[in-house]
């Protein structure tokens, strides 16, 4: 059986590490973050005392500028951040570049803030990275369990994760299946137990009612073929304990 255990975090808990040369506005920065009452755990403002501060205070959240002075840029610093510590960063810039932000050496950008940045520019970037986090370390830790298949929904039903298996169940992979909506992902037999599943994941979303459910089913999988399945749905939880999208637990019965 799986389950998520409903535990209630507040921005009290969150402690951030600020990466910005440009002091009066990583003063700035403190200042908005610590009106939202998160802990700003220290300011760092070169590429060395990034990685030593991240070290040593072990932030929930860096909020990083990629253009840091000197010889190393804040990309080559993330980079090494999220290799050896696994922090979410949110990345500040001056200028939007597709081919930069798209290369295959920025590494998680987790969410991105164009400068001047604003009260609400942050705040949405820094629980977006929370949340996804939160779903990645969900979904590493508890969901590579063999011989079961993991999907996790958000609150408009759409994939945002599939595990190995998940993805050879059902036939998609995880770059193709993210954003669309789960049925078309988990396409049961049955219609009828197809809307149920739905019907129980939006009744959960909207009465903030935690949600475990099991049924037995057949799937057809996206290259057509017919797979028995057992799938658990449990309710994902949110740092600050609501309801916020399903995570589907499927295992193949053949």
């Known amino acids: 059986m799986y389950s998520l255990s409903k535990t209630i975090r507040t921005n009290k808990d969150v402690k951030i ?26 300011i760092a403002n070169s590429a060395e005392s990034a990685i030593e501060k991240a070290k040593a205070l072990y932030p929930n959240l860096i909020l990083m500028d990629i253009q840091l002075p000197r010889e190393v840029d804040g990309m080559q610093v993330a980079k090494q951040i ?37 009260y609400q520019q942050l705040y949405v970037a820094i629980e977006t990275a929370l949340e996804r986090y939160a779903i990645e370390e969900f979904s590493n830790s508890v969901l590579q369990c063999v011989g079961h298949g993991i999907i996790v929904v958000d609150f408009q039903l759409r994939v945002s994760y599939l595990n190995q298996l998940a993805e050879i169940i059902t036939g998609w992979q995880l770059n193709d299946a993210q954003g669309k909506s789960f049925s078309d992902i988990l396409k049961l037999i049955d219609k009828s137990t197809q809307n149920l599943i739905k019907k129980a994941i939006v009744s959960s979303l909207q009465e903030q009612t935690i949600l475990d459910k099991e049924l037995s089913t057949l799937i057809v999988n996206k290259n057509g073929a017919t797979i028995p399945i057992t799938n658990r749905i449990t309710s994902l939880i949110n740092r600050q304990g609501f309801i916020v999208g399903a995570v589907i637990v499927i295992q193949n019965d053949t």
């Open 17 to 42: 590490l600020v990466v910005e040369d440009d002091y009066s506005l990583a003063l700035n920065l403190q200042e908005l973050l610590e009106t939202w009452e998160y802990i700003v755990v220290g």
């Open 82 to 118: 999220w290799n050896s510590l696994k922090i979410p960063i949110v990345y500040i810039t001056a200028f939007y570049e597709s081919k930069t932000w798209g290369s295959t050496e920025f590494l998680h950008p987790f969410a991105y803030i164009i400068k001047p940045v604003t």
